[in-house]
């Protein structure tokens, strides 16, 4: 059986999308318009002699995870939170709020649009986006009686029935991600894991639509149901991961977990992934049956892949198979390379698998 760990590591580098704190030309993106942010409140309660309501800003998404893959298609997007501190309920209709950011912010660039979720402010090159900002509208838990975040939901042309404050908790999920494994070692192959699979279907799903799984998705099913999987140095008492046997116990784990449901009047086979916090929703609810049954196909060819990239007994065989469902960052080593033998690690144990 091949080894490839060390070119599992090399793409992983190569995936990798740092933290929102190492990469300048983000960082500068989001400073810009929270500094416009900034200044176009004031100008728009200036307006009624009026102050704009504080608020407080935080990073979400994978960013604040630590589980960003660098885009295939060089558009990049980056998540922020906005938490006014403002009770809900003084403010039945969340568009109303989410319109003072819009207003805020129009102008900033060509195109900025009031999403279901959030506030979309896109960077475009050549008529191509290459960034796009989420800002998230939150009412703050310290400013509402119940003492729970909301976030805000609807468009401007949204009827009154899909304008609602939905309850949610995005730090404690982000805290949940961020210290699931004590372990820095564990903690960082559940990392890789997650990067490996959000980047696998970056390859081979369409980003129209729902038709792919998205990350957040492939997150807390990573969460729920991710392993890691090592050998331990009987001597040195170093660890030794493998994670292409991680990320096939983890696809085996997530297959097993389909279920049959009932759902748009058909009992269908469906993985129901659920956020720990609230709102607790499925996260692949939106996907159709047909984008589901897809989902599942093609997690049953990467486990085959995997398992037939096992049996290799040549590095450069086997990652010839990986590449195949990765994409061309993932190495094939050259004949040169292989050759070179490595001293066998000396194994006493088996871990968590």
Known sequence: MANVQYQMINFHEAIKLKRFDENEV???????????????????????????????????????????????????DIDTGIRFKICYLDYP?????????????????????IRRPCVTVF????????????????????????????????????????????????QTFIHL???????????????????????????????????AP???????????????????DSFTNIKNYNDLEALRCFVNAMLAKFQNVYFNSNIVQRLIVELPVSPHNDLFEKMTDNQMADFQEK???????????????????????????????FPIPSREDTAQKRPPAIISSSASA
């Open 214 to 232: 998205i990350g957040i998705g492939i997150t807390v099913a990573a969460y729920h149901w991710f392993n890691p999987v090592y050998t331990r």
């Open 299 to 329: 997690l049953e060819i990467l486990l085959e892949a995997i398992g037939e990239a096992q049996q290799k007994a040549d590095p450069v065989e086997a990652c010839k198979i990986l590449q195949k469902q990765f994409g061309d960052d």
């Open 93 to 113: 209709d969340p568009v109303k709020v989410k319109t003072w950011v819009y207003l805020a912010l129009n102008g900033h660039t060509q195109r900025v649009e």
């Open 26 to 76: 983000l960082r500068e993106k989001r400073d810009r318009i929270l500094a416009r942010l900034d200044s176009g409140l004031i100008k728009i309660f200036e307006i009624e002699g009026l102050k704009p309501p504080k608020y407080e800003i935080f990073d979400q998404g994978s960013y604040a995870m630590g589980t960003g893959t660098k885009p295939v298609d060089g558009h990049y």
């Open 177 to 211: 991600i961020k210290n699931h494994f004590l372990d820095r070692e564990d903690d960082k192959q559940f990392r890789r894991i997650i990067r490996y699979l959000k980047r696998w279907k970056d390859v081979k799903f369409s980003s129209d639509g729902n038709a």
């Open 123 to 170: 960077y475009q090159q050549e008529g191509e986006p290459i960034y796009h900002v989420d800002l998230a509208v939150y009412s703050d838990q310290d400013c509402n009686p119940d003492g729970k975040m909301y976030l805000a939901k609807g468009k401007l042309n949204s009827a009154i029935e899909h304008r609602f404050w939905q309850e949610s908790d995005p």
